[in-house]
């Protein structure tokens, strides 16, 4: 069953944010099959990141390495990881 992780993040200079994003650091995208970076129209620095995952499994390690690393701590204005699946 595929599985899939929402994360919303206010990252405050999105220029500066993505390159960060795009090193990976804790590993959380690495058995992802799809990813897409999504920005608020009136808002750039508000992001939604999508991915999409082959199983459950797969979805709640990436969240675990995303959680453990620490990496959304330094965003006060967040919602995430949320594992999900399709209804």
Do not use: C
């Amino acid at each position: 069953m595929s599985a899939f992780i929402i994360t919303r993040i206010h990252v405050g200079d999105h220029d500066t944010w993505r390159p960060q994003f795009d090193q990976d650091r804790p590993r959380a995208r690495e058995k992802a099959t799809r990813q897409r970076v999504f920005r608020k129209v009136d808002d750039p620095n508000h992001v939604f990141v999508y991915l999409e995952y082959e199983s459950v499994e797969d979805a709640q390690e990436a969240e675990r390495r995303l959680v453990e690393s620490g990496v959304l701590e330094r965003f006060a204005d967040r919602h995430g990881p949320n594992v999900l699946t399709e209804a």
